[in-house]
């Protein structure tokens, strides 16, 4: 079993920044690829971003392509997202997320989930 425990959010004025961290404990060799996902009221849950085990493959939406930025520190078991020149169609809950294999894109390919912080970004 893993647990994922987020944190950062908040709140912040549209073209502010944001930095996500999700700490990872437990059964952390099980993982190898860790993503962020979003997801705003009435909306689907979505990938954001995620990132291989050595961080050598990345997934962006496009929705957050050249203002997120995915990484992690496996000596840390930590994930971390930086989110720069944010818009208020970034506001949501964002989760934290875990799997082994290979970078998946849909919420019922990962395992194992955090709780959730929320963005909210003010217009």
């Known amino acids: 079993q893993v647990q994922l425990v987020e944190s950062g959010g908040g709140l912040v004025q549209a073209g502010g920044s944001l930095r996500l961290s999700c700490a990872a404990s437990?059964?952390?060799?099980?993982?190898?690829?860790m993503g962020w996902f979003r997801q705003a009221p009435g909306e689907e849950r979505e990938l954001a971003a995620a990132i291989s085990w050595r961080g050598v493959h990345t997934y962006y939406a496009d929705s957050v392509k050249g203002r997120f930025t995915i990484s992690r520190d496996n000596g840390k078991n930590t994930v971390y997202l930086q989110m720069n020149s944010l818009k208020p169609e970034d506001t949501a809950i964002y989760y934290c997320a875990a799997r082994p294999g290979s970078v998946a894109v849909t919420a019922a390919d990962f395992g194992s989930w955090g709780q959730g912080t929320q963005v909210t970004v003010l217009e």
């Open positions: 437990g059964r952390t060799d099980d993982i190898y690829v």
